[in-house]
């Protein structure tokens, strides 16, 4: 059974860089398939932020472009996420996840429990 | 803003019928077969109960089904329960490596 931990630093000042990891258990990352992350302001809807495929493709949200990097580290089994020149508006719940086939297209089907970022001087 | 548009809010009896619905383009739900529907209980994660517009992941129950028509998906929850109560997002794929969301509706059962 595929599971995820999202961890990181739950407080960011504004302008400094967000980062958050998460931690992959009974599935290699590079196996296959697209991971994710989602966000969710306080009281709004989800956000796509990006996705990855290791080795072949990483796509991001055109809102965050220029801000937002994914990474891999296969050998730790997890993936990152960093957020450049955070606000206010970044705070939010923030969650990483596995798609359920090849195609960024497809739903996430595994979800971590989520990591609260708080941003704020 | 979402790119979706989900009404904040719906209800229904135990037993009954409710129908969600996820307002779109042409760009995106009425043009790719890929709208999802999470359901989101606060505190926890998310789980996808359909995909690919019509389509239920092994172990969500048949009272959750996915339907279409135009550039608007809708959710159907038949007999409702109690522990349906929660958020519920729909996404869709955009084109371009691109996906976006709806604002959510919180179902209520009253």
């Known amino acids: 059974q595929v599971q995820l931990q999202e961890s990181g630093p739950g407080l960011v000042k504004p302008s400094e860089t967000l980062s958050l990891t998460c931690a992959v258990s009974g599935y290699s990352i590079s196996r296959s398939y697209f991971w994710g992350w989602i966000r969710q302001p306080p009281g709004k809807g989800l956000e796509w932020i990006g996705s990855?495929?290791?080795?072949?493709?990483?796509y991001y949200n055109p809102s965050l472009k220029g801000r937002v990097t994914m990474s891999v580290d296969t050998s730790k089994n997890h993936f990152s996420l960093r957020l450049n020149s955070v606000t206010a508006a970044d705070t939010g719940v923030y969650y990483c996840?596995?798609?359920?086939?090849?195609?960024?297209?497809?739903?996430?089907?595994?979800w971590g429990q989520g990591a609260l970022v708080a941003v704020s001087s | 803003q979402s790119a979706l548009t989900q009404p904040p809010s719906a209800s229904g009896s135990p037993g009954q019928s409710v129908t969600l619905s996820c307002a779109g383009s042409s760009s995106d739900v009425g043009g790719y077969n890929y709208v999802s529907w999470y359901q989101h209980h606060p505190g926890k994660a998310p789980k996808l109960v359909i995909y690919?517009?019509?389509k239920r992941p092994s172990g969500v129950p048949d009272r959750f089904s996915g339907s279409r028509s135009g550039n608007t998906a809708s959710l159907t929850v038949s007999g409702l329960q109690a522990e349906d109560e929660a958020h519920y997002h729909c996404s869709s794929y955009a084109g371009n490596n691109n996906l976006v969301f709806g604002g959510g509706t919180k179902l209520t059962v009253l």
């Open positions: 990855l495929f290791h080795g072949m493709s990483t």
């Open positions: 690919e517009v019509t």
């Open positions: 996840g596995r798609h359920s086939a090849n195609m960024l297209a497809s739903g996430v089907v595994n």
